[in-house]
């Protein structure tokens, strides 16, 4: 019994050394080393991180982690699409550009891309077309890099307008993919 | 010779009265064209006094009748007294009175309450051949005074036309009024709503099961646009499609067995046959287009369905054995929700023109395309009523939604859905 815990302590270790890659410190005398082995494992998705970071400086990794997530999820701008259009337009894409540098800095952050549109069309039709401007903004957020599988996509057609007016301002800014965390 | 031309004559009167009688037998496809004088004097008590009873029961009648666009009402005020005598019976009634107002069909009848039971006698009259058309008891509480009234008008069209009128039948619809969408029932006319689901999520595009009393609508309820089904009497609800993706625009088949749909599950939305388990059947299109809003024709052999594949959204129909697809539309730059009338001889579908929808119907052909709604509003979603003489309709305007009867030559249309609510999506039930 004792040696299987012995064992694992040392694989554990092991791992921890490989995962901090160029790590200079040994971390073996780190009292809470079974506790943090989640962080640890974390890190092994995001070297670049924990490159920069001391290695028995755990917690400050996790709070930068954190805040890539806040920074990513609160810097995820929206974009606009053309009447009855999935498209994505220039701006859409420079947008675009800019969330996937954020995704690429927040990579334990997960999202599900909302697809609208703006009342005019039949409710399926504009179903199907929020479904189409997610999967078009997915995709394109894919090619710049960003894991297809922290990403999934929902079409709310018609129903969740952002302004409920009838104009021509404000079906241009129903017409829209949108990013939510996911859990 | 005198004795001749008596008969001549009598044969001629006779010829004139038949003549009359059988022109009773209208077209039904075109209400509004001839209309039949009826007289609808009020429903005399048997016993025991409740005037609000009769009125309720005339106001209901009356308004049935006139939506039909067969009659035009004899004016009341023009009554004379056998209108206050109870005289149901052909030879207690004084035909001469009613021929006199101009009378050709007539509606008498009387109620008798005992406790909360009610029993109504009410007998339809050719005025001029002095016929018995048809003649009812209904027994029921007296709660039932509405439901009595919309079922005899329907027997009332039945014996006039040879087709029962659809006015004891349901109209499901979603409706905003509790803040979320949910599904509600109603009757035509727009009284006794009733609500459905209690999702607080979105829930969407109801379409009746031919064969039970089941409705089916895609709701949000888990995360996820997904198809349900529910039990409309015991409330029964499940999960009838749950693919990652859209669930959407399910429409029963009409012998009741499969369901066609729209799912996107292979990141584009294709129409599906699904069965009544949720188990796929076939996948009956295949383009990377935009393909939603199934409707079947009454034979099941046809779907008419909207499709973006030649660029804007058209209505095409798609042969569900052979798979073939032809284009039904070539007007206009953007038509959606078709609906393929129950006598399959057209099809309904809306119209975006500008920023407003209105309501057209063309032949499955693509010939004789005739616009049903004109004035101010967005006007979508339509469905026939279960014989193809009505539409049920959603009219958005400035902001406001409501659901809309009118019959299927666009005329007569009326606002049904009840005050003060955010209302569209009607689907009209099958007879009751």
Not at chain 1, 55 to 77: H, S
Not at chain 2, 79 to 103: K, T
Not at chain 2, 293 to 307: L, Q, R, T
Request: hydrophobic share 40%; charged share 25%.
């Amino acid at each position: 019994m004792q040696k299987t815990i012995i064992h694992l302590v040392v694989m554990l270790f092991a791992l921890t050394l490989l995962a901090a890659g160029c790590a200079k410190k040994p971390v073996a005398e780190e009292p809470s080393m079974m506790e943090e082995t989640p962080q640890v494992e974390i890190q092994q998705q995001e070297p670049v991180a924990v490159v920069e970071q001391q290695v028995d400086d755990a917690a400050a990794a996790r709070e930068a982690a954190e805040a890539a997530a806040r920074r990513a999820m609160g810097g995820l701008v929206r974009i606009h699409f053309d009447f009855d259009q999935y498209v994505l337009t220039a701006t859409a894409k420079q947008t675009l550009a800019n969330n996937a540098q954020l995704l690429k800095a927040a990579p334990a952050v997960k999202v599900q891309v909302e697809g609208h549109c703006d009342e005019r069309g039949s409710d399926e039709y504009n179903l199907a077309l929020g479904e189409k401007r997610a999967l078009a903004t997915k995709n394109y957020l894919v090619s710049l890099g960003v894991a297809a599988d922290r990403m999934s996509v929902i079409s709310y057609g018609e129903e969740l307008p952002l302004d409920a007016v009838q104009s021509e301002a404000a079906w241009a800014k129903n017409r829209r993919a949108e990013f939510k965390a996911r859990r | 010779m005198k004795m001749i031309k008596y008969t001549w004559l009598l044969f001629s009167l006779w010829l004139l009265l038949s003549g009359s009688a059988l022109a009773v037998k209208l077209e039904i496809s075109a209400p509004g064209e001839q209309t039949i004088p009826l007289a609808i004097p009020p429903l005399q008590p048997m016993s025991l006094v409740r005037p609000e009873v009769a009125a309720e029961f005339q106001q209901v009648l009356e308004s049935d009748l006139d939506l039909s666009g067969l009659f035009e009402l004899v004016n009341p005020e023009s009554f004379l007294d056998d209108a206050q005598r109870l005289g149901l019976r052909s030879s207690e009634v004084d035909f001469a009175q009613w021929r006199l107002l101009g009378a050709e069909a007539l509606i008498k009848g009387g109620y008798q309450i005992e406790g909360e039971k009610l029993t109504l006698e009410l007998r339809l009259y050719d005025a001029i051949t002095r016929r018995l058309l048809s003649g009812r008891r209904y027994i029921g509480g007296l709660k039932d005074v509405r439901r009595i009234a919309h079922t005899f008008a329907d027997q009332v069209l039945h014996s006039l036309t040879g087709e029962k009128g659809p006015f004891a039948s349901k109209i499901a619809y979603i409706s905003k009024r509790t803040g979320n969408k949910e599904l509600y029932l109603m009757d035509v006319d727009g009284h006794q709503p009733l609500r459905l689901t209690a999702h607080q999520s979105i829930v969407l595009n109801p379409d009746f099961s031919p064969a039970r009393k089941e409705l089916i609508f895609t709701s949000y309820d888990k995360g996820n646009p997904d198809l349900y089904r529910k039990e409309i009497y015991t409330g029964r609800e499940s999960r009838l499609s749950m693919k990652q993706g859209l669930n959407i625009g399910g429409r029963y088949s009409p012998d009741g067995r499969e369901v066609a749909l729209t799912l996107s599950k292979d990141q584009n939305s294709e129409i599906y046959l699904i069965g009544t388990d949720g188990t796929i059947h076939r996948r009956l299109t295949n383009h990377y287009g935009i393909d939603v809003d199934p409707s079947w024709s009454p034979d099941g052999h046809k779907i008419a369905f909207v499709s973006d594949r030649r660029g804007n959204p058209h209505v095409f129909i798609l042969d569900v054995h052979s798979l073939e697809v032809v284009r039904l539309t070539f007007e206009g730059k953007y038509n959606a929700t078709p609906a393929w009338s129950p006598k399959g001889d057209r099809i309904a579908f809306s119209r975006l023109e500008g920023n407003q929808f209105d309501i057209y119907t063309i032949r499955p052909d693509g010939t004789d395309e005739r616009r049903l709604t004109f004035g101010a509003g967005s006007k979508e979603h339509p469905r026939w009523s279960p014989d193809g003489r009505f539409l049920v309709y959603s009219l958005e305007q400035a902001g406001k939604k409501t659901i809309h009867l009118m019959r299927a030559d666009g005329t007569g249309s009326r606002k049904i859905s009840p005050p003060g609510g955010n209302d569209s999506h009607p689907a009209w039930s099958g007879h009751w």
